[in-house]
């Protein structure tokens, strides 16, 4: 089965930048597109960005501009790349993956990873 696991997450400072990934351990897909979610306590999930099979990429309004996807050779790996950042870049960030662009785009993809926690301060 697919399994998501999220690292990179860390506290840092404003203007800084993290770099985080998500592995798939488990069966790889090729052509699944993976993306990234994040979630503030108190706030609705907010879609951060996605990358497709064929290393397609788009991201949410919030981070546009700052943040930069991509994916291993092997696509079972994404990179999120995001600089400049900001404290309401705070939250849990979350890896998704799915066969379908649109499930993985609005969140009802399939397979999610447990999260990892990013910390922006001021």
């Known amino acids: 089965e697919v399994q998501l696991v999220e690292s990179g997450g860390d506290s840092v400072q404003a203007g800084g930048s993290l770099r985080l990934s998500c592995t798939d351990s488990?069966?790889?897909?090729?052509?699944?597109?993976m993306g990234w979610f994040r979630q503030a306590p108190g706030k609705e999930r907010e879609f951060v960005s996605t990358?497709?099979?064929?290393?397609?990429?788009s991201y949410g309004h919030a981070v546009q501009g700052r943040a930069f996807v991509s994916r291993s050779p092997d696509k079972n790996t994404q990179y999120l790349q995001i600089h400049s950042l900001r404290p309401e870049d705070t939250g849990m960030y979350y890896c998704?993956?799915?066969?379908?662009?649109?499930?993985?785009?609005?969140?009802?993809?399939?397979?999610w990873g447990p999260g990892t926690q990013v910390t922006v301060s001021s």
């Open positions: 998704t993956a799915d066969y379908w662009f649109d499930d993985v785009r609005l969140g009802t993809g399939r397979h």
């Open positions: 488990g069966v790889t897909y090729s052509d699944y597109t």
């Open positions: 990358i497709d099979n064929s290393g397609g990429t």
